[in-house]
């Protein structure tokens, strides 16, 4: 049965959803304050990078599924289900959320809902934020108690955006108790056919569904820390981290996904999410939760400041060294630059007087936005050109591919650091460069010609 759906926000989560509603066979309305974004969207364009969502667009557009307003009234007449999946950052005064842009969605259009709907958040919030919001919805909204708010949190990766909408792991909503609620009949009518195909449906309280999100981020951010601890560990003993993640991720209580160590975890999403979760934590007085998360968030930063450190135990010293930057984006097969540890580092490094250029196959336009000042050049072979040493802080395919025979006339040193663990050291070596990983040790040169370190599978897709 199709339903006539409004999503509100219009970013990575938010057209993401509306795309794949329209994909499901609902008419939907997505809704923006960014009038450029709403022409983009009209015109078959998407905003941002992700693959397989341009031919949603697409298709639902030409099916007549599918339109973009910045209307609000608009959408308050149309739709039956307003989806709210608008932004949450990080406040600029604290580590805390903002949820202004929530609040604003809220105020804008409950005033207009003079007949019976159900709200969705799917925006990513502080436990406690749903009720405070149903008891405004139901103060605000004309239709009274009619209008209902529900929580339907999503756990959505860049770059498997269409997939993990479509086939998700498992659906989670949450409801208010104290009030009878008509959410999980609509619920289950807008996501039929993923419950048809067995998608788990996990049906709970507003504080239950806020915390899984943030839960399951605080919980893929900590993986990435311990290996990255763990690291630390193997540079002071010469042990190989990704030897150690490959054993230990043979436990199934354990499982091989997220640790890969490296230069850490960045994205608009986990970063500002544990730091947000671990001041909430901090004001409920769950001292633990906030301990944790503040140590995650401390160990990521190390990882960061110790790429730094190799760089400049490389060069020999960093102000004049030229330095060549491989990757921008906060992981492969995005655009996304957001607290990307790439360019983190790239800027870090410039700061200490290093001459940085940067190059990434797709990210560069959101780069030099974010930092004009540093250098970009338009292949990778011009900046490697004359380079003192060739960082490696993305893992794009391009950069894994990578032989020492491409770099060797181009480069000044021969002296690689594969920030991601994402090459096999022997041949670099054997060329005579070298090859500094994180938490790996230095090959013996009767090592030099071993089979790869790494299995291939640890960068497979969806990995
Ligand atoms: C993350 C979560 O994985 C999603 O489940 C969640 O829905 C999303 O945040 C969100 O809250 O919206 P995403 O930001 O797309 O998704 O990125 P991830 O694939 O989780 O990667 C995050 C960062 O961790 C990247 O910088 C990546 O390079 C790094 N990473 C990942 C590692 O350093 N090591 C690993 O083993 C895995």
């Not at 794949?20 to 450029?36: I, N, Y």
């Not at 905003?47 to 697409?58: D, K, R, T």
């Not at 290093?354 to 936005?369: E, F, I, T």
Request: contains cysteine; hydrophobic residues 45%; negative net charge.
């Amino acid at each position: 049965m199709s339903v006539r759906i409004a999503v509100f926000g219009l970013g990575y989560l938010g057209a993401t959803h509306a795309l794949c509603m329209a994909e499901l066979g609902h008419h939907v309305v997505g809704v923006d304050v960014d009038m450029k974004k709403i022409d983009m969207l009209r015109s078959g364009e998407l905003p941002f990078y992700e693959p397989g969502l341009g031919e949603l667009l697409q298709r639902n557009l030409a099916a007549g599924r599918l339109r973009f307003t910045t209307s609000y009234s608009e959408a308050a007449q149309f739709a039956q289900v307003h989806f709210i999946a608008v932004g949450t950052p990080q406040r600029s005064d604290s580590l805390a959320a903002d949820l202004s842009h929530v609040d604003a969605v809220i105020e804008s259009l409950a005033p207009l809902l003079t007949k019976p709907a159900v709200l969705f958040g799917k925006s990513t919030v502080p436990v406690g934020t749903a009720k405070r919001l149903a008891a405004r919805v139901r103060e605000l909204a004309p239709a009274g108690e009619t209008v209902e708010l529900a929580w339907n949190p999503e756990f959505l990766r860049e770059g498997f955006a269409v997939h993990d909408t479509l086939k998700p792991d498992r659906l989670v909503l949450g409801v208010d108790s104290a009030h009878p609620s008509r959410a999980e009949t609509v619920a289950r009518e807008v996501f039929a056919p993923l419950l048809d195909d067995g998608v788990p449906f996990l049906v709970t309280d507003f504080a239950t569904s806020e915390l899984v999100k943030v839960a399951a981020n605080a919980f893929l951010a900590t993986k990435i820390s311990f290996i990255n601890a763990m690291a630390e560990v193997c540079d002071h003993t010469a042990g190989d981290v990704s030897m150690l993640a490959e054993a230990l991720g043979y436990d199934p209580r354990i499982g091989r996904e997220f640790l890969r160590a490296g230069v850490g975890f960045g994205g608009g999403c986990l970063p500002k999410d544990i730091r947000a979760f671990s001041a909430r934590a901090d004001e409920l007085g769950a001292k633990g939760a906030s301990a944790i998360l503040m140590a995650v968030d401390d160990i990521n930063t190390r990882s960061r400041s110790h790429a730094i450190d190799v760089t400049r135990e490389v060069c020999g010293s960093l102000p004049g060294a030229r330095v060549a930057v491989l990757g921008a984006a906060f992981k492969p097969d995005s655009d996304d630059v957001r607290d990307s540890p790439a360019l983190d580092i790239a800027n870090q490094l410039q700061r200490h007087g290093a001459d940085v250029v940067v190059y990434d196959p797709m990210a560069m336009g959101n780069a030099r936005l974010q930092f004009p000042g540093l250098s970009y050049a338009s292949t990778l072979g011009d900046a490697c050109e004359g380079a003192d040493a060739v960082l490696v802080l993305t893992e794009w395919a391009e950069f894994r591919k990578l032989h020492p025979r491409d770099l060797d006339t181009v480069v000044r040193c021969k002296v690689l650091v594969d920030g991601r663990n994402c090459l096999d050291p022997a041949p670099w070596q054997k060329a005579g460069w070298t090859y500094r990983g994180i938490g790996r040790p230095e090959l013996t040169v009767t090592e030099i010609g071993v089979p790869a370190r790494v299995s291939d599978r640890e960068f497979a897709v969806g990995a």
